[in-house]
């Protein structure tokens, strides 16, 4: 069978049966378009004719054009994803992508936000009262409910629970789980809501024409907030969620817990963060402790 037909089943496949995020399935579209154009080159069109030892001459190329190699990493993953398709339908009789190993790389730990900055930002945004309310609810959820964008802006009012202090996400993969939210949180989004008469269906976050708010605009409204307040060089929406779980994890809570407030399907995920925390331990220490 001709690759490119398996390549435009799978894809179907991710976006239509497995209702992968629309931002998954273009990131696996492009890394698989790429492996394509590779296979095209040496003319390998049937799906048959890849082997292993092909499959690792198009990531040493990569590796060569000096692209990352948690980039790399990525990449072999779409390609597995997509030998795996393949190899459940029977278009192949191995899997050359079954035994190759991701690329060794030390992963680099995500910037935190102090807390006390996390309430600076709150002063910074009141000096804005036009668009406070908006402003604080979009950082309380991202910080407070530890959330992704994404699932941030596909929240509907019927999501939130005042009265069991939860929140319903969509998660990557279309993975429902529960949130808490914190009293404080509740404040913030009673504020935001004091003004709104929205039905069940209705997107919580609204922008100025009333319509859903999108990436773009969190992604600006989080980094000018930042920006007033602190110094880091990524002041993206991703930072807060980072904040938020290294913040938990400071404070004692069970990395179990964490794992399931994310939305993480791996427990090694989450773990990250704890190298986070002993990590600014270990700052705190040569800071403070007289034997450092």
Do not use: W
Not at 72 to 77: F, G, H, Y
Not at 231 to 237: I, N
Request: with cysteine.
């Amino acid at each position: 069978m001709l690759i490119k037909e398996v390549y435009s089943e799978y894809i179907k496949e991710i976006r239509n049966i497995k209702r992968y995020s629309p931002h998954t399935v273009i990131s696996y579209s492009e890394d698989l378009k790429s492996f394509l154009n590779y296979c095209v080159e040496y003319s390998k069109t049937d799906i048959k004719s890849i082997s292993e030892k092909f499959i690792k001459s198009y990531l040493m190329v990569l590796s060569e054009s000096g692209l990352e190699k948690i980039s790399v990493a990525r990449k072999l993953a779409s390609i597995r994803g997509f030998f795996k398709y393949a190899y459940k339908l029977n278009y192949i009789e191995v899997n050359p992508a079954c035994f190759i190993s991701n690329p060794k790389f030390s992963r680099k730990l995500p910037e935190v936000v102090p807390q006390e900055i996390i309430l600076n930002a709150y002063k910074e945004i009141d000096k804005d009262q036009k668009n406070a309310k908006l402003y604080k609810v979009i950082i309380e959820l991202l910080y407070g409910c530890a959330l992704r964008v994404s699932e941030l802006c596909n929240l509907n009012f019927g999501d939130i629970n005042i009265r069991s202090k939860t929140v319903r996400i969509l998660g990557k993969g279309n993975k429902v789980r529960i949130v808490p939210i914190g009293d404080k949180s509740i404040f913030v989004l009673n504020e935001y809501l004091s003004d709104k008469n929205l039905g069940a269906k209705d997107p919580l976050l609204i922008d100025k024409n009333d319509k859903r708010i999108y990436p773009r605009i969190v992604c600006t409204i989080v980094s000018s907030c930042l920006a007033k307040v602190c110094d880091l060089e990524k002041k993206s929406p991703h930072v807060l969620r980072h904040s938020a779980a290294t913040h938990m994890l400071d404070n004692g809570a069970d990395l179990r817990a964490v794992k399931e407030i994310l939305g993480h399907e791996n427990l090694s995920t989450t773990q990250i963060y704890t190298h986070v925390s002993i990590e600014r331990l270990k700052t705190a220490y040569k800071k403070a402790h007289p034997k450092s």
